[in-house]
């Protein structure tokens, strides 16, 4: 496994779990060191879980690419993120392609996990590893299969995901088939690995469209006085034909706000603009804005600015029950509320600091609240009482329809 992160370390577990001896290779020694002791750094896989796994000797990390020449299969779990042009950045891929290609051996495996735009595993993965002098599909196996975790999920897990594998050819596909077998419940082979590149990007496309629909919708509500959550739950009624998405403060994660754009990068050279994805992107790229309007006309209600207000924000991962804070809205929130003046502090049970931002979870307990003009529900982590948060504060922006409302002081997005 070769990125031990929220994808890789799931991966290497669920395969160690299934009796299947794992190496995993990371370039950060500290993280391999932990792992070698038991200790995990990724909430979805507690200690308690990693540490019979590495006692049994079944996994094992490494920063060592010389460790890889003994494996069977390589599955190549690493980032696949923007440039600051908003362009796909392959360097961590090609890059551990380039490390592997002086080690290959005929009969390997390699996978490539990451999301990523169609062509990629054929176009530029392949040419790489066959640096090696082994030629990919020939004498070595090629596919690529997207990784479906979603983190802070309990009820579908690595091994229960159905898996799409696309191989470079019906050989590779079966060898990729066989692999994942050991480990996962049911395994999908596609015609190619394109088919299988583009499922993934259709599955973020899906989400990233219908989010910024509900958004846009949400905005529309609130103007028209509308509830937009009642009116959500009422379509969700029909047993056919829809299928609900919730409106929020914006997108965050290593996946949604990132991945449509690797699409859209890859159909120009095709002479071709996916306009469904730069307008997803236009919409849930503002949320936040309209959000901190919100609570702008929440304070403005009780005769008080946002310029020196002190504000509550509960939840800054970018959503519930994970200690992930990349892409965060809640980030854009505490900046734009600061710009204007705002005091912020935030709770977050799973966020102990934010260092760029120079701040530290605050402890959660009635007196907080009360000291606080404005409590702002972004993301609504489990075991946070919001009966007591709707009790004790003085004024709610509740994001996420989580607060009760008795006496009409929670403003709902
Ligand atoms: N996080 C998710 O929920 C999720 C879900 C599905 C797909 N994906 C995709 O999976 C891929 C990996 O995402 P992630 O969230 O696991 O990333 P991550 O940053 O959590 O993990 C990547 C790991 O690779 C290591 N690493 C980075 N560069 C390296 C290198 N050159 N050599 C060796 N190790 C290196 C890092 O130290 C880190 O441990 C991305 O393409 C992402 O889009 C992520």
């Not at 200790?39 to 796994?53: A, F, N």
């Not at 005929?106 to 392949?126: H, M, N, W």
């Not at 802070?152 to 229960?160: E, F, Q």
Request: with cysteine.
């Amino acid at each position: 496994m070769v990125g031990l992160g929220y994808v890789g370390l799931p991966l290497a577990a669920t395969f160690a779990e299934a009796g299947v001896p794992v190496l995993g290779l990371d370039a950060v020694p500290s993280k391999v060191a932990q792992i070698n002791v038991g200790r995990s750094y990724i909430e979805d896989v507690p200690s308690e879980r990693l540490r019979p796994l590495t006692d049994a000797g079944l996994l094992r990390a490494t920063t060592s690419w010389d460790d890889l020449r003994s494996v069977d299969a390589v599955l190549i779990c690493l980032p696949t993120p923007l440039t600051e042009h908003r362009e796909p950045d392959l360097s961590a891929v090609l890059g551990a392609a380039e490390s592997l290609a002086s080690r290959l051996r005929r009969g390997q495996l390699v996978v490539l996990e990451s999301t990523t735009y169609p062509g990629t595993t054929r176009e530029e993965l392949a040419p790489v590893l066959e640096r090696s002098g082994l030629v990919a599909g020939r004498d070595f196996h090629l596919a690529f299969s997207p990784e479906r975790v979603d983190p802070g999920r309990v009820d579908w897990t690595t091994a229960t995901t159905p898996k799409v594998v696309g191989g470079l050819t019906p050989a590779c596909t079966q060898a990729a088939v066989e692999l994942y077998s050991l480990a996962c419940e049911t395994i999908v082979p596609v015609s190619s690995p394109e088919v299988a590149e583009m499922t993934k990007l259709l599955e973020n496309v899906f989400r990233s469209v219908n989010i910024a629909l509900v958004n846009e919708l949400a905005i529309v509500c609130d103007r028209m006085g509308i509830k937009v959550w009642e009116v959500i739950d009422a379509a969700a009624t029909k047993p056919f034909g829809f299928m609900p998405f919730r409106p929020g403060p914006g997108l965050g994660g290593h996946c949604i706000p990132i991945d449509p754009f690797y699409l859209t990068w890859k159909a120009r050279e095709y002479d071709l603009h996916t306009e469904f994805i730069e307008l997803a992107g236009k919409v849930n790229s503002a949320m936040p804005a309209f959000c901190v309007g919100k609570v702008a006309r929440a304070l403005n209600s009780r005769r008080r600015a946002v310029n020196g207000s002190r504000a509550l924000i509960f939840g800054v991962a970018y959503k519930p029950n994970v200690n992930d804070t990349r892409e965060s809205p809640a980030l854009r929130i505490i900046e734009l509320l600061r710009e204007e003046g705002a005091v912020v502090s935030y709770h977050d049970p799973h966020v102990a600091a934010l260092p760029r931002q120079g701040l530290v979870s605050v402890e959660l307990d009635a007196q907080t609240v009360r000291d606080h003009d404005v409590s702002v529900v972004v993301t609504d982590h489990a075991g946070i009482d919001w009966a007591m948060v709707a009790r004790e504060a003085p004024l709610v922006v509740d994001l996420r329809n989580v607060v009760p409302d008795d006496d009409g002081k929670v403003w709902r997005l």
